[in-house]
């Protein structure tokens, strides 16, 4: 498959300007958190641990949205399933984990901001917003749409993902002014996530015919190629090029099910994962409010 992608050119497969936007937030980030954190109002350096998780999430950035798997995204169902895993569930974590709190009481707690993320980040609203929002998108008519011009996709991409660092946000967040969840809570906010999601996986999993015209139908695919790589490479290739199914192993419908299939798998993974940190976190905090056992008195012992 490798070989046969190599025709859409370095541009397409590469996205070099998406590299240097990414390698510009890495450096912005460096600069602002680190020499030029004073000029800022800011306190101390972001812990290793917080660079690290930054840092990361741009490699998951890049990888996504500007190596070879976007290019993918427009030929298999199952690659843009996995995208969409990375951007929406995993990025956020490690953007909301990595930047220090110092710099998220600069952006969130503006005059302006502040009231949109306290009311957007109460539990009810960001669930139903983020989910909705999600499962809407898969629904054919506005996946198809979305895939149709640059414009609808960017838009349409970037308004999920201000949901999806909603979602996160009352469970994640660095500012105790917006913790409001007890423990049992969150445990309770991530099952209903994973409940509220689950409906646009069903729909791609068990439908019996393949749902998507821009993975079935040329002049969809090839609007939807047109996305990422440029138009004149595309216009050359349009006689030689027959379908998504001349660069996938799988058939369409094999690769819709595996799609949604891979897309719950690490749903189910990721608020785990989550799930657990603040379930044995919780459990800790408990365990030390217990009072210890009473020293023994030497004279009780004789």
């Not at 998220?104 to 539990?123: D, N």
């Not at 909705?132 to 008519?141: C, D, G, I, K, V």
Request: proline residues 8%; hydrophobic residues 50%; aromatic residues 14%.
């Amino acid at each position: 498959m490798w070989l046969e992608l190599q025709i859409f050119g370095f541009r397409a497969l590469w996205s070099p300007y998406y590299l240097l936007f990414v390698l510009g937030l890495a450096l912005l980030y460096f600069l602002i958190t680190g020499p030029y954190r004073h000029k800022f109002g800011g306190g101390e350096k972001p812990s290793k641990k917080q660079q690290t998780f930054f840092y990361i999430a741009l490699v998951l950035l890049y990888a996504v949205k500007g190596s070879p798997i976007d290019l993918l995204t427009h030929i298999m169902l199952t690659t843009h399933m996995v995208q969409m895993a990375i951007y929406y569930l995993i990025f956020p974590i490690f953007i909301i984990k990595g930047i220090p709190t110092w710099l998220w009481e600069k952006i969130v707690l503006r005059p302006i901001v502040k009231p949109i993320v306290k009311f957007f980040s109460k539990p009810l609203i960001s669930l139903l917003l983020f989910n909705t929002l999600f499962s809407l998108y898969h629904l054919p008519a506005i996946f198809n749409f979305a895939k149709s011009s640059q414009l609808a996709h960017s838009s349409i991409s970037v308004v999920i993902l201000i949901a999806a660092f909603i979602v996160w946000w009352p469970i994640l967040t660095p500012l105790k002014e917006f913790d409001r969840m007890p423990p049992l809570g969150k445990i309770f906010y991530i099952f209903a996530n994973g409940v509220l999601i689950t409906p646009a996986c069903v729909l791609i999993i068990f439908a019996n015919v393949p749902v998507y015209a821009t993975y079935t139908q040329d002049g969809a695919w090839m609007q939807a190629l047109a996305l990422c790589v440029p138009s004149g490479v595309l216009q050359g290739l349009a006689p030689a090029i027959s379908g998504p199914e001349m660069f996938s192993p799988m058939s369409t419908m094999e690769d819709q099910q595996l799609g949604g299939i891979i897309m719950k798998i690490m749903q189910e993974i990721t608020y785990g994962v989550i799930l657990a940190k603040i379930f044995f976190g919780w459990f800790t905090r408990e365990s030390l409010r217990v009072d210890p056992l009473p020293a023994t008195n030497p004279s009780e012992q004789n």
